[in-house]
């Protein structure tokens, strides 16, 4: 059975930091491409960023909206994903997913996607 478990979301002021953790189990997330996606009240789920597998190298993708002020990266010895998320903005407001794909590809779209976490509430007041 695999749980993947979000935390270290909050209430942060717009400019302020945040990582997002999630802690999975039952599968080893360095063997499947991970991500994140976030849902703003009344708005559809969308991509954030996402990492592939460990291999000769894992490659990083993100949304243009967090591109600049995002990192996400990987702890295989502690089986976990990370989002940093830097200069906070009033939009990024959401409930942040982790997202696990087992399928072979990369989780950039909710269709890729096999594994969700219950998500971490994020909001960043202005």
């Known amino acids: 059975q695999v749980q993947l478990v979000e935390s270290g979301g909050g209430l942060v002021q717009a400019g302020g930091s945040l990582r997002l953790s999630c802690a999975a189990s039952g599968r080893t997330v360095s063997s499947y491409g991970a991500g994140w996606f976030r849902q703003a009240p009344g708005k559809e789920r969308e991509f954030v960023a996402a990492?592939?597998?460990?291999?000769?190298?894992?490659?990083?993708y993100y949304a243009d909206s967090v591109k600049a002020r995002s990192t996400i990266s990987r702890d295989n010895a502690k089986n976990t994903l990370y989002l940093q998320m830097n200069s906070l903005k009033a939009e990024d407001t959401g409930i942040y997913y982790c997202?696990?794909?087992?399928?072979?590809?990369?989780?950039?779209?909710?269709?890729?996607?096999?594994?969700w976490g219950q998500g971490t509430q994020v909001t960043v007041s202005s």
């Open positions: 997202a696990m794909s087992t399928s072979g590809y990369l989780p950039t779209s909710q269709n890729a996607v096999t594994y």
């Open positions: 990492i592939t597998r460990s291999g000769s190298g894992s490659s990083t």
